[in-house]
């Protein structure tokens, strides 16, 4: 709706509401004339009635004479009270009209969004724009009200259009720029399930997915690269990615294939290649621990094989040297919410690990994995459930305790099965009690 548009509405409805409150002023002026002349015919015809009684003698001349004064006296009186309420009825009805409109005014004033119509009219305007200097990667240009301007107008046009994917991805970016991981993620899946076969949407979701540094949007983006991947196998782009999140999620083996691919032309002694040359290194010396420790050897050291490797007696006490009496570690009550009492799966492994909270690390410092039986089940983890003698529950302060229900008893996450965290600090020489509910279906 354009603004002349808007005005005339309004002057359409002012003069609706001044018709309506000066109708009823016409209709009793209209009817009040109608009376007076109605009654000025009566007596008239009264004055006719009394001179023909005369004549046919029924009255005298001196009643006649004193009927015609009664009947000019009430003629007179009748117009007295007329003129003086009509002469006072249009004085009220200005007043009130104008005590109307003013008190109509104020409020509309008070209560009007025309600030926010505006600010919406202005940001669709700028949408062009703003838009161009987000998809060039400018987003640190932009102000704060850019931004708000920005978000208001997509939000608009995404509502005129809830299929427009561009709209969709244009918010995930900017949702992205200002920190907003889970919004933007949201936005930009939702672009690219409208959208399947731009593989534009799915690198941005993948980025997206990176910057979050939890390992299920971590796997999941390591799986999106993977199917881009295997289409266009020679982009050096998406391997150095691939390569990145690989080693975030411990996977030495896609990390070392993909980082051989770009290493030779990624500058000499750039933060990426270093930060990858030290991960790889870091992985390496876990994957020979892992070997010596289960007297064989591992080819990729992921994560996921060390959790598959961790079952409910792991290594005994004194393969850590800790005192048989002097523990550290939890006393776990694994429990169900009511939901995952109908539908998470009753056969499999119930894992449950330790996690540092304050690092990007995914390797589990303690680990126990049991076939799943009756619930609640009671689970200690302790440091002799230690994967590495020198990285266990007692090396760390603050950690994040996960249950899961897993199918397959593989730590990758698979369609159905069933987890639950917790935080906790770790007490040296304690074993506190805590409770993990299994909540969230994978």
Not at 31 to 47: E, G, W, Y
Not at 119 to 134: F, G, K, M, V, Y
Not at 407 to 417: A, F, K, M, R, T
Request: glycine content about 6%; charged content about 20%.
């Amino acid at each position: 709706m354009s603004w002349s548009e808007f005005y005339l509405i309004v002057s359409g409805l002012i003069t609706l509401v001044l018709l309506i409150i000066a109708f009823p002023f016409l209709r009793n002026k209209n009817h009040a004339k109608r009376d007076s002349l109605s009654n000025t015919q009566i007596i008239r015809q009264r004055l006719i009635e009394l001179e023909r009684e005369v004549k046919e003698g029924l009255i005298s001349e001196i009643d006649k004479r004193q009927a015609v004064d009664e009947l000019k006296i009430a003629l007179v009186d009748e117009s007295a009270f007329t003129a003086k309420k009509t002469g006072t009825a249009p004085l009220v009805l200005i007043v009130g009209g104008l005590i109307a409109l003013i008190c109509g005014a104020v409020v509309y004033s008070q209560v009007n969004q025309m600030s926010q119509v505006k600010r919406s009219t202005d940001a669709i305007a700028a949408l062009p724009q703003l838009s161009q200097q987000l998809a060039n990667g400018n987003a640190n240009s932009l102000t704060q009200q850019d931004i708000a301007d920005l978000a208001l107008a997509i939000r608009q046009r995404l509502r005129d259009d809830p299929s427009d994917d561009t709209g969709w991805m244009y918010l995930g970016r900017l949702m992205l720029s200002i920190g907003q991981e889970v919004q933007a993620i949201e936005a930009i899946d939702r672009a690219t399930v409208l959208a399947p076969a731009n593989s534009g949407h799915k690198i941005t979701l993948a980025q997206a997915l990176m910057t979050t540094g939890d390992v299920n949007n971590l796997q999941r983006a390591q799986a999106i690269l993977n199917g881009l991947l295997a289409n266009t196998p020679d982009n050096d782009n998406l391997a150095l990615m691939m390569a990145v999140v690989s080693a975030q999620v411990g996977d030495l083996a896609q990390t070392k294939r993909y980082y051989a691919q770009v290493k030779d032309k990624l500058p000499n002694g750039s933060d990426m290649q270093q930060r990858l040359t030290v991960r790889i290194a870091e992985l390496e010396a876990r994957a020979s621990d892992m070997a010596q420790l289960t007297g064989g050897s591992t080819d990729n050291g992921t994560d996921s094989d060390m959790l598959a490797l961790g079952e409910a007696s792991n290594m005994p006490d004194t393969a850590l040297s800790e005192p048989s009496k002097v523990k550290t570690g939890f006393t776990i009550n694994v429990e169900l919410s009511e939901e995952a009492k109908v539908k998470a799966p009753k056969e499999g492994f119930l894992i449950v690990f330790a996690q540092d909270a304050l690092s990007e690390n995914r390797m589990p410092a303690a680990v126990v994995k049991m076939p799943i039986g009756a619930m609640p089940a009671v689970v200690t983890l302790s440091n002799k459930n230690a994967m590495m003698p020198q990285y266990t529950l007692g090396s760390l302060s603050d950690i994040t305790i996960t249950a899961r229900l897993s199918i397959d008893g593989d730590v990758s996450i698979s369609s159905g099965e069933w987890q639950g965290s917790t935080s906790a600090q770790v007490k040296q020489g304690q074993m506190p009690e805590l409770t993990v509910i299994i909540n969230k279906e994978l």
